[in-house]
């Protein structure tokens, strides 16, 4: 029948006619609304209650760590209010106030072996681990996401040199990378920011890297090229902003990476001095009583509730992240944790 | 007793989107042996039916109602373990694309004999021979050596042919293509579509043939059912679809398919696409689409009616049957579309030429 | 590309990094701000000059800088990392320490594979139901506890409260059963630690084959729905779960540092830590050389197993 197909022929059906008329219906084609994608995610992730959660348990996190204390700079207060019932350094022991006293009305998570209030010491804790893994994040982010577009974009030796710097880099496991750049500088604030730095830019500058390169070969992209438009002004507008959205998701996540690396070396006296009020730091002292229980008694206490700020904050974080991911990426089934440092 | 009888499909899609209307009232039936067609553009709704009779409608897809009759039994009502005695011995099914359908990680032969061992009770040599005879039936050569060999080692035509070997290794009574040579050149598509047209008569087997293409349709089919979003808007004998066609869409996919010798500038296509399932458009879904549209089709769902007689023609028995207000007597124009054979002017409807005037003149 | 090829290609691919590897490790003794033999004799004012000048023999330090890492690496090769003024001969200290760390390693990975595959599985086939969501609510948990923290938990809830393990180990050899007894807490510890990631990342990695065509293939065959899924689907997303298991070494090696100090187990981990503590840089370099090392060869591992188990690269 194939030969007989070019006999049959048909005439006077007009698809202009269509196209020509005026719609006959209210109809249209329309189904979606015409907000941007950052709008639209916005939405989605106000609808989603466990990342709504997560952002209030962590901005409750913050103020509390926040206004814990006054805080003075050059000797002017510039945040006067004080939450904690306790100088977070006071030791109790000297005002009479016993050591590894359980949890009271006075002192809501009990006092340490320096009868200092735990309560206190632990949302005071909070500015620690919040500001390093926002800082160091935020640090990363501006080495690596620069780095990973570039070489993601020229690719060349340029891709070349970055990559190999990666994987050399990704041979050391997260935190023992850390732990060498420790050993090199020492303990402090500084040099933990310093080392979580080093250790957090490679996992944005492959992702970005490898997000750049699959928009690449975009349609636009090369529409713009075609068009004339300069290397930079590619990056910058048609690139990056495809190419954040799973940034952004990372970097949410990592942020509690770096709080549990952070923990991990305050418990491993690696980390600020040992009179902090950082959680792995008050944790780091709690491991003897554990081993010894002084008196017979468990102070369980001192070993749980700084514990528990930790997972608090980094499930808190998570769920953020989850939900930041499900926002932009709705039917998407990739968990994007397949990345080191998870298992600290 | 028809080999399958298909009865008021109805099948949904619950997503985060709303609710899809996939398949709306679909029937249909196919005899021993015969060659049955589902024609339309993507999102039609074919694949979705095909799936249903296979039971294979995964979630968020629902079967809302209806019945699947095969050899007379409601499949609908049949338990998991009933219908997978089914699936793959006595109805079997080849996919879209050869290349996926395919499991990367297992050499095609054991992909075959398994289905053997499981249906026919063979032991591992014997499926083993049988594979063989299979891949040597459907135009593999070396059947014995390429038993072993992996899919990504076959060619495009060569993965389709083992897939059809694998579908008809249990000698089913009928066997579903799902667009099975969309993924092929066209000297491919022709051989495949050969080979599946000389092995359905050989081993008796009946064929549902999805296809978005009229002219494969053409080829290999006895009757033939349209469909569009979700619903079927033409049935009839392979003939009168061509020499026929009553319903516009029909109109617009024949009129859309490249013949040699043609010496207009461009393909004449049907203007916009198939609508969003979600968000049907009301009466008459084709409307927003159709040259011949007028307010009543915005209003008014059109039934599918025998075209002669203006009779309903909604039941599984139904030979010919259009769904377009044309045949209800609610449309106050005529449809103006002319088929031409041979020269000769074979007049589908009596065409109002001083409206419609279209910008071709003919051959 | 045949598999030979690959397995040449790969290993010439290692050789880059192993050289950034050493390159790094060695950079650790010339970053360290002030004088070297300073620090490595614990700045000590003391200190018997003739054991700083040895010092700097032994460290070739009146030699140009490439000469120094050559020599370096020449000694490395041969298994000789220095002799350490506070701990002696390194390579020693490595030695004795090994055993332990690899132990508690690999039954904390045994751990984590045998929770983790099993759990994927069942969340990925039952997705969206209850059992999907306690899954992801334990691997929710699971990612958020630091490893320590649980290690100090299990010990206070096991050995203080319940009593029954002890809470610092036995003075027995490695392989008695009262200190594979022990091992047990610290093994866990270290093996759930991974098991939430893994989990979901096997979990994941099945939702996505469950929705390959050729899944649809197998059921149109009429298998039942545990063929399907234990022989099509989850060869397939094995695959990929390979890797993943590799790179959880990494998250093994650092999640041994930690735990071997919660539960004072004589390994790599713990003397790490001493050393950083006590500035014992030798020591440092040793082991940071040979974490970076056992992960090079791990990642080239589950390439090689990779290549095997799937044919589109064997072939």
Redesign the interface.
Known sequence: ??TE???????????????ERE???G?T?E?GTTKGRTEQAWERFKRNRSAVGGALVIVTMAVLAVFARPIEVMSIVVQPFAIAPYDPAELGLLQGISAHKGPSVDHLFGTDHQGRDLFSRVIYGGRWSLSIGFIAVALALFVGVPLGAISGYYGGWVDELIM??V??????????LA??V????GRGYWEMVLALTIVGWISYARLIRGEILSVKENEYVLAAKALGARDRSIILKHIVPNAMAPVIVQATLNV?VVV?AV??LG????GLGPAAAEW?TI?SY??ET??Q?PDGA?P?WV??FP?LS???F??AI??VGDGIRDAFD?QG???T??D????? | MALLEVEDLEVRFYTEDGVVNAVDGVSYRIERGEKFGVVGESGAGKSVTALSVMRLIDNPGQIEGGEIRFKGENLLDMDEEEIRSIRGSEIAMVFQDAQTALNPVYSVGEQIAEAIRLHLGYDDEAARDRTIEMLERVGIPDPADRYSDYPHQFSGGMQQRAVIAMALSCDPDLLICDEPTTALDVTIEAQILELLDELADEFGTAIQLITHDLGVVAETCDRVMVMYAGKPVEKAPVEDIYYDPKMPYTVGLMSSIPRIGDERDRLQTIPGTMPDLIQLPPGCSFHPRCPYAEEVCTQIEPPLVDPETGEPAEGVDAERGAACLAYTGDLQNELGYEVHVEGESHRSAVRDVEEITGGDTDV | MSLRRYVIKRLLMVIPVLFGVSVITFSIMQLVPGDIVDVLLGMDPNADPEAAERLRQELHLDRPIWEQYLLWLAGVLQLDFGFSPITGDVSETIVTRLPATILLGAMGWVIALVLAIPAGVYAAVNKDELADDVSRIAALFGIATPNFWLGLMLLLVFSLWLGWFPSIPPDVSLLHPSMLWYLLLPAITLGTASTALLMRIMRSSMVEELNKEYVRTARAKGLPERTVVLKHVLRNSLISVVTVAALMTASIVDGAVVIEVVFSWPGLGEQLITAIGQRDLLVVQGIVLLVGVSIVIANLLADLVYAWLDPRIRY
Request: proline share 5%; charged share 15%; hydrophobic share 55%.
């Open positions: 029948m194939s197909r070019g006999r049959i022929r048909i005439t006077g059906f007009d698809p202009e006619r269509v196209e719609p006959i219906s109809w084609d189904v190999r710097i994987d050399i880099l990704y041979a050391f496991p997260f935190l023992v732990l060498a420790i050993a090199i500088l509690g549990l923990a991990a418990f491993l006296g690696l792995g944790l709690t491991q554990i081993i229980g468990i369980w070993t749980v514990g930790i997972v608090l980094v499930m998570n769920l709705p089934e990739t968990d944790g397949g080191r440092g998870g298992a600290l």
